[in-house]
């Protein structure tokens, strides 16, 4: 994918974590990966959360840009590519305001 520049990324994060259906359960992955490389099982088993709907959310983040892979198969394990890694400030920033517009709508 090439650099990516710190603008687009936050676009991007904020179209797959905070705009679309799904976008707190990959929020949730880039935050495990993030505390430490993971495959797709133990994604499934430390967040609680079907293997099927993982490898999908795995597959966009991959095909984004937002994670990278070694190995094959069920060896496969998930890293932040290098520009979230990067940028990972910008990742919590939106996550945060996500957290806060939640509770808002909790308390009304």
Do not use: C
């Not at 993971?38 to 966009?60: M, P």
């Not at 496969?76 to 709508?105: C, Q």
């Amino acid at each position: 994918m090439g650099m990516m520049r710190r603008g687009s990324l936050k676009h991007l994060l904020q179209w797959l974590i905070a705009g679309t259906r799904g976008g707190a359960n990959r929020a949730r992955i880039i935050s495990a990966i993030h505390d430490e490389p993971r495959n797709a099982n133990q994604l499934s088993s430390f967040l609680a959360l079907d293997y099927r709907t993982i490898r999908h959310h795995l597959d966009l983040l991959k095909k984004n840009g937002l994670i990278t892979s070694i190995g094959e198969a069920y060896g496969t394990m998930y890293f932040l590519s290098r520009e979230l890694e990067d940028n990972y400030s910008v990742f919590e920033e939106i996550g945060n305001r996500m957290e806060t517009t939640l509770k808002r709508k909790d308390e009304e």
